[in-house]
T-cell receptor, first 110, second 113 residues
Framework: DAKTTQPNSMESNEEEPVHLPCNHS???????IHWYRQLPSQGPEYVIH???SNVNNRMASLAIAEDRKSSTLILHRATLRDAAVYYC???????????FGGGTRLMVKP | NAGVTQTPKFRVLKTGQSMTLLCAQD?????MYWYRQDPGMGLRLIHY???????AKGEVPDGYNVSRLKKQNFLLGLESAAPSQTSVYFC????????????FGQGTRLTVV
């Protein structure tokens, strides 16, 4: 699986948009880009995934660069409950392993 | 609607003792995973399984063994616990489809003294 680079931490104000970047320059053409988040004292939970096109769901939006070497998770209005560690995971559709990097710790200020 | 259930939720072991952590999923998923997470760190993959009767090593397999005798259960064993194995252990499952989401348990907090 491709290696990823994410900022260690980011801060946001409540009710403002948050853009969480991820670089995955070694991604292959068949790797999906998955995002998970881990709330304090909980197991990770799935957020969103995509291949080439931008994706939206009830939790977030995923913007994927045209060359697919980077992506951005967008939380449109951060809430205190969104404070978590966010993990970007490029993953081959044929791959069996699911490995996590360091992630970005998002802090949301009221 | 249980999803992924881990047993036990907490455990304290003495150095050298053995124990087994149980992960059970009710979603008929083929893939199952065991991770450990040390304080302030990300998750590291210990072992995983792509189907009943199969297991494979992950990033940090030493000191652990696993078994997948039934599709719904994935067991993680510590034969001789060491203080370095003090951690929070998470189990996850997903279906075979590569882009499917993984579902995680709530974790087992293990302390080895």
């Amino acid at each position: 699986d491709a290696k990823t680079t994410q900022p260690n931490s980011m801060e946001s104000n409540e009710e403002e948009p948050v853009h969480l970047p991820c670089n995955h320059s070694t991604i292959s053409g068949t790797d999906y880009i998955h995002w998970y988040r881990q709330l304090p004292s909980q197991g990770p939970e799935y957020v969103i995934h995509g291949l080439t096109s931008n994706v939206n769901n009830r939790m977030a939006s995923l913007a994927i660069a045209e060359d697919r070497k980077s992506s951005t998770l967008i939380l449109h209005r951060a809430t205190l409950r969104d404070a978590a560690v966010y993990y970007c995971i490029p993953r081959s559709i044929a791959g069996n392993m699911l490995t996590f990097g360091g992630g970005t710790r998002l802090m949301v200020k009221p | 609607n249980a999803g992924v259930t881990q047993t036990p939720k907490f455990r304290v072991l003495k150095t050298g003792q053995s124990m087994t952590l149980l992960c059970a999923q009710d979603m008929n998923h083929e893939y199952m995973y065991w991770y450990r997470q040390d304080p302030g760190m990300g998750l590291r993959l210990i072992h995983y399984s792509v189907g009943e009767g199969t297991t494979a090593k992950g990033e940090v397999p030493d000191g652990y063994n696993v078994s997948r005798l039934k599709k719904q259960n994935f067991l993680l064993g510590l034969e001789s616990a060491a203080p370095s194995q003090t951690s929070v252990y998470f189990c996850a499952s997903k279906n075979r489809q590569g882009k499917g989401e993984a579902f995680f348990g709530q974790g087992t907090r293990l302390t080895v003294v």
